[in-house]
């Protein structure tokens, strides 16, 4: 790909975002494509100046992860309003000078678990309340999916803060086998490298012909997802929802539908080269 004036910029604002595969994953589909865009990593402290550089670069969009999907909402024009109601934006859009603020982290999720007809009428429990649980939550319940949140005692209060906004029951996972469960999904950092050996919820949870999903994408077997691999349950890699949320925001951005199959190719490629060089 050759890089001109003409060439569209776009990025990923965090801190820290060395570990960010985004990029490589953009690029690839940009130059799958033919499109004249790069895609850069940015680690920026403060997310406010970040937002004035990409109106002044008049770049097309940008990726925020953590820490400043909700404290970027402040610097846009305009916030999609499930975003608003999940409380955090993932993506920016530049509209022609008019930012729009939308997130397509739950959306992804939905994606990787075959979309919203396998969501439908579902019991579903998700582990966590933070903003990726927030993501996933509104999005699954928008699907049709009866929804039970379960968090650590720790974090009790801010769970059951997000069940009374969706008007859903809310257990500790301590208890969480006593809740109806067709499907899991983790979107707690539980099991996330270094800590490959530790998982939120005890095998003797699962069942076979259940659907469980992982959200930590590193390693891409995390313990929970082997274990209930073992038991016969259907498994989903969190790497899923990170290349699914990654085309939604492709496909915003550009107006095409995103190669999924060439994003997939490349971060599997990456991750497995990583687990590679670590064991």
């Known amino acids: 790909m050759i890089f001109d004036s003409k060439t569209k910029l776009y990025g990923v604002f965090g801190h820290p975002v060395g570990h960010s595969l985004s990029p490589l994953m953009h690029n690839s589909a940009f130059a799958h494509l033919g499109i004249n865009a790069v895609y850069l990593a940015f680690d920026v402290a403060q997310i406010g100046p970040a937002v004035r550089a990409l109106r002044a670069f008049n770049m097309g969009g940008a990726s925020v992860t953590i820490p400043h999907k909700v404290s970027v909402m402040d610097h846009l024009d305009e916030v999609d309003p499930l975003a608003r109601s999940m409380g955090a934006v993932n993506t920016i859009v530049n509209r022609g000078g008019h930012l729009f603020g939308c997130n397509t982290d739950g959306p992804g999720a939905v994606a990787a678990l075959g979309g919203k007809e396998a969501l439908a009428n579902k019991n579903l429990v998700v582990l966590g309340s933070g903003g990726a649980a927030r993501a996933i939550a509104f999005a699954a319940k928008q699907s049709g999916a009866t929804l039970f949140i379960a968090n650590r005692r720790e974090d009790e209060a801010q769970a059951l803060a997000l069940a009374d906004e969706l008007l859903c029951p809310f257990a500790l996972i301590s208890k969480v086998k006593d809740l109806p469960c067709d499907i899991l999904i983790n979107a707690t950092p ?9 998982t939120p919820v005890d095998k003797s949870f699962f069942k076979p012909g259940m659907m469980v999903m992982d959200a930590v994408y590193s390693p891409l077997e995390t313990r929970l997802l082997r274990e209930a691999k073992q038991a016969g349950c259907k498994v989903v890699e969190g790497v899923n929802m990170f290349i699914h949320q990654g085309a939604a ?4 951005w550009t107006g095409q539908t995103a190669p999924i199959e060439i994003m997939q190719r490349i971060v599997y490629k990456a991750l497995a080269k990583k687990q590679e060089q670590n064991s």
Do not use: D, H, R, S
């Open 190 to 198: 539980v099991g996330m490298t270094p800590n490959e050996g530790q």
């Open 249 to 252: 925001q492709f496909a915003l």
